[in-house]
């Protein structure tokens, strides 16, 4: 019987019902993407900070202070004068800010203008004397009288301007021997030379060199020395008769044989010749201190002149 209760006995089940979640809207997403977007913007900010120039930040400052009075007026540091935007700070294609380039107190502005001017002036020297070159070997080639001594003409750009020398010839020299009186054909291209550097702007140094062979007194009377002094001096008349004016030269010197053309030859006719420097403004400046001077004649190791011996 007890057996037949059991088999009786009822099975229970119990079934557990799963319920969804409660319904919710979408509102984190809206904040999610407003705290992206805030993140972005701060980042952007910070970014503009740190490439933007303090000339540029004086301007926003200027600007947000007194914006009408920057906008009205303009005013140090407003950029309102050279920007589209009225008030705003300096063209953003700038490599550095307005106040900066501007500032006359700012070192690295001052060295970055001074750079920037010497580079134009170079390139303008560069190619003005490029000019000058080309025209004086057109005036040679062109003139019959200075075609036949185009080979004692040499033109040459150095790092201190153009170069002009006049060298000797053994079959032609350019002056009387143991003299400084100018030969015709000297004279002429001389005064060619000179109707050319007419218009130049550059200052002019001119230089007189002799070989090496010494006079019979030179130690106590006329030297090398005097006597390429007096040549030079020779040529700067004949480029002032051709129309150039006096106060463009800046130095008038004689060399003697200190700085000979071909030093294994010292003897050699090419080492006697007339130098004409049209300066760089660099050199110029070098020369002169950056000053302008009247012309200076100068004689290394002058002595008192007198009669010139024959050598």
């Given at each position: 019987?007890?057996?037949d209760?059991k088999?009786?006995?009822?099975?229970?089940?119990?079934?557990?019902?799963k319920?969804?979640?409660?319904?919710?809207?979408?509102?984190?997403?809206?904040a999610?993407?407003?705290?992206?977007?805030?993140?972005?913007?701060?980042?952007?900010?910070?970014?503009?900070?740190?490439?933007?120039?303090?000339?540029?930040?004086?301007?926003?400052s200027?600007?947000?202070?007194?914006?009408?009075?920057?906008?009205?007026?303009?005013?140090?540091?407003?950029?309102a004068?050279?920007?589209?935007?009225?008030?705003?700070?300096?063209?953003?294609?700038?490599?550095?800010?307005?106040?900066?380039?501007?500032?006359?107190?700012?070192?690295?502005?001052?060295?970055?203008?001074?750079?920037?001017?010497?580079?134009?002036l170079?390139?303008?020297?560069?190619?003005?004397?490029?000019?000058?070159s080309?025209?004086?070997?057109?005036?040679?080639?062109?003139?019959?009288?200075?075609?036949?001594?185009?080979?004692?003409?040499?033109?040459?750009?150095?790092?201190?301007?153009?170069?002009?020398?006049?060298?000797?010839?053994?079959?032609?020299?350019?002056?009387?021997?143991?003299?400084?009186?100018?030969?015709?054909?000297?004279r002429?291209?001389?005064?060619?030379?000179g109707?050319?550097?007419?218009?130049?702007?550059?200052?002019?140094?001119?230089?007189?060199?002799?070989?090496?062979?010494?006079?019979?007194?030179?130690?106590?009377?006329?030297?090398?020395w005097?006597?390429?002094?007096?040549?030079?001096?020779?040529?700067?008349?004949?480029?002032?008769?051709?129309?150039?004016?006096?106060?463009?030269?800046?130095?008038?010197?004689?060399?003697?044989?200190?700085?000979?053309?071909?030093?294994?030859?010292?003897?050699?006719?090419?080492?006697?010749?007339?130098?004409?420097?049209?300066?760089?403004?660099e050199?110029?400046?070098?020369?002169?201190?950056?000053?302008?001077?009247?012309?200076?004649?100068?004689?290394?190791?002058?002595?008192?002149?007198?009669?010139?011996?024959?050598?």
């Amino acid at each position: 019987m007890a057996t037949d209760a059991k088999k009786l006995q009822p099975i229970i089940i119990k079934r557990v019902k799963k319920a969804g979640h409660a319904a919710h809207g979408g509102a984190w997403k809206i904040a999610y993407a407003d705290f992206v977007t805030a993140m972005m913007a701060f980042f952007l900010l910070m970014w503009l900070l740190g490439s933007t120039s303090e000339g540029d930040k004086k301007g926003l400052s200027d600007y947000f202070s007194s914006p009408l009075k920057v906008s009205m007026l303009g005013g140090s540091g407003a950029g309102a004068s050279d920007s589209v935007i009225q008030g705003g700070g300096a063209d953003l294609t700038k490599v550095s800010g307005q106040n900066r380039t501007g500032d006359p107190n700012d070192p690295i502005a001052r060295k970055a203008a001074a750079d920037a001017m010497k580079a134009e002036l170079a390139r303008q020297d560069s190619r003005r004397l490029a000019a000058l070159s080309d025209k004086i070997s057109s005036v040679i080639a062109n003139n019959p009288k200075l075609a036949e001594f185009k080979a004692q003409i040499r033109l040459e750009i150095t790092p201190d301007g153009l170069q002009i020398q006049i060298v000797d010839d053994q079959n032609r020299p350019m002056f009387d021997v143991g003299s400084a009186l100018v030969k015709v054909y000297m004279r002429d291209i001389l005064r060619e030379i000179g109707s050319a550097l007419n218009g130049v702007e550059n200052k002019i140094s001119l230089d007189g060199h002799t070989d090496r062979s010494p006079y019979g007194s030179g130690e106590r009377g006329y030297s090398n020395w005097e006597l390429s002094s007096d040549r030079a001096n020779a040529s700067r008349r004949e480029l002032v008769a051709a129309g150039m004016p006096d106060d463009k030269l800046a130095r008038v010197t004689g060399m003697a044989s200190s700085n000979l053309l071909e030093p294994d030859q010292p003897f050699a006719p090419v080492n006697r010749r007339i130098s004409i420097l049209v300066m760089t403004k660099e050199a110029e400046e070098r020369l002169l201190g950056g000053k302008r001077t009247p012309v200076e004649i100068v004689t290394p190791a002058a002595q008192p002149a007198a009669s010139a011996p024959g050598r």
